[in-house]
């Protein structure tokens, strides 16, 4: 038998065995730390939660047993194989990771020029859409009324450019739909399906731009999926394709997209970096990979929550192993 297969083979049963191992040992509900508050690594909080165990839970001995348990700030939490000393830590559900993104075409002097006359939130509700909706007395004095696409996941814009087209002072500009600008979208590799053995396309399959958004690598640890931060544009279609519970892609504000690829999960990696930290492990250290793809599944399918029915996948994708693509083709 030849190395790779050995590996692959192996990898897959360890997987199964670990995730039907845990499974079978853990009948309890499952603490988590949803407030991302505890469980703490200087500032993680704020965007992320941990995987995190309590005492009387059968997982915690679990991973004990297997030497996966640290300790942060008095609570206990599965450590992430690839990085010593730290919790593996999960981009919190869309509901605590939600924002109000300007519509389509806001220029960068937008504040000073839209006049709250609503022109644009009448023309979304006309169409049907209603993705953009008046910001309300909780959003203070300065921003009531600034028109905002603030749901992704329930109401996302289908850059139909209607409210580029009625804003009377062009603080919406009539732009190319590619050019929307809204945001941009960014997958939590710990979270994503494909991106730990599984195979999944839906967000791809969602997004009115496809392959020119999205890159798919095929590797025998699944499809390692990115988006393309220049050609995004923000409009969520995604969001709610995601079978996981709360989603694996949030749509981000330029600037929050930024700050947080610039240390991504606070390890003092960018984005890119931790991406490329996972795939180097999986070529080099397959145990490793193993372990982290086996706690991401447990997390993923026992704790957040997968929707089997969202998922969209290609079966006989015509892509083969190590291959990768932003080809429409691969849709
Ligand atoms: S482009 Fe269409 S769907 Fe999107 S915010 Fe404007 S009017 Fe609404
Ligand atoms: S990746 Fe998501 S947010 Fe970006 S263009 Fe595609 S569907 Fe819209
Ligand atoms: S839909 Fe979610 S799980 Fe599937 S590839 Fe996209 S981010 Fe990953």
Redesign the pocket.
Known sequence: MNDKRRRGVSRREFIKTAIVIAAASLSSKLAVDATGSSGGEGGAGKYYEFFVLEDNDDRLEYYSMLGLVIEKNGRKCVANPLLPGKCMAYTKPYEEDRFELLPPGAREDFYSRCVRCGLCYFACSYMGYHAISLVDERGGLRRMGTPVVGDVMYRPCTLCMECTKVCPTGALEEVPREEAGM???LIDPDLCWAWNSGDCKS?AK????GSE??EFTFTEWGIHTR?RPD?????????SACPIEGSA?H?LPRKVYEERTRNYKNTGMSYEEYLRLIQETEEKDPFKATWRTAINTDYIQNVRGFIEEKLETKKDSTYKQGETSNSSVAL
């Open positions: 945001g941009v979208a967000c969602a997004c009115p731009f958004v999205f988006v050609k995004c544009t923000g409009c969520g279609l995604c969001v892609i749509v």
